[in-house]
């Protein structure tokens, strides 16, 4: 592996690319795909369903993009909850199941370890990677669908930074996620949203539908922002998995939820 980052299945991030040789952000790609078959194409989730020989061999086929071994990639069980999770050299040492315990309930991760990748699956949730480069270099992955944006899981990440690290040092990634004008929700909750302070071109109506939508990259935009993450260091992906036509992205709302899932990460270099 050389320090200009994996090329295949993946796209780097903008963090790999401002911090060469620090770093490693990375999406997956859908690649070759049957439509017929939700799950087909390159996925590395291993809880929506997919078959266990599928997505291992996504899997080791990632492992070998980025150098290292299959049990570096961490992924964890999420259920749109805000448990953060923290990955240390303790948690590297575990068997296959007392992982799965730790990481079961688990939307976010955050790792000071070097050559071990974290990061979520999503299919239209909003996808966070955070990189840290001060005193103590640190990476976080982030899963924030409506509820742990409401929830604000990616604050409750970045205050694990900012035990070790000033906000002036961190970078963010939102990456690949539904749009504000594909996210259509209930009044119910739009109304959750509202009644937590939320308005203006963040929630809106949709006049010709009357459906209203939330602009859930620009809620968690700002919730860095007000963590004091400069906001000339996030960088939001203008790619929006729900009506993007390149086949690369899996969106729940195109495809249902039984399907494979976009695989967003980050490694300490
Ligand atoms: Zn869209």
Request: glycine share 8%; with cysteine.
């Amino acid at each position: 592996m050389t320090n200009t980052g994996p090329t295949t299945n993946v796209k780097r991030g903008p963090l790999s690319v401002l911090f060469p040789g620090n770093v490693i952000d990375f999406t997956t790609l859908r690649g070759n795909h049957d439509n017929l078959d939700p799950y087909s194409g390159f996925s590395v989730c291993s809880y929506t369903g997919d078959n266990p020989m599928h997505y291992d061999g996504c899997i080791a086929q990632l492992a070998s993009t980025l150098g290292v071994n299959a049990n570096n990639i961490i992924q964890p069980r999420q259920t749109h909850g805000t448990q953060v999770l923290v990955i240390d050299e303790n948690f590297i040492s575990l068997d296959t199941d007392q992982r799965r315990e730790r990481l079961d309930k688990t939307d976010a991760l955050v790792t000071t370890c070097r050559h071990v990748a974290i990061g979520v699956n999503t299919a239209d949730c909003v996808p966070i990677l955070l990189y840290a480069h001060g005193k103590v270099p640190m990476v976080a992955a982030i899963h924030a669908g409506w509820r742990g944006t409401l929830a604000e899981i990616a604050t409750k990440a970045v205050k694990i930074m900012l035990n070790t690290n000033d906000a002036d040092c961190i970078a963010a990634y939102i990456g690949v996620s539904i749009c504000r004008n594909c996210f259509e929700v209930g009044d119910e909750v739009a109304n959750l949203f509202v009644q937590a302070g939320y308005s203006g071109e963040t929630i809106f109506r949709n006049h010709d539908t009357g459906k209203a939508h939330i602009d859930l990259q620009e809620i968690n935009r700002r919730q860095l922002a007000n963590c004091g993450i400069h906001i000339e260091n996030i960088f939001t992906d203008n790619c929006c998995s729900r009506h993007d036509t390149s086949g690369n992205y899996f969106s729940a709302r195109r495809m249902g939820v039984n399907s494979g899932r976009t695989f967003t990460g980050i490694m300490l270099l």
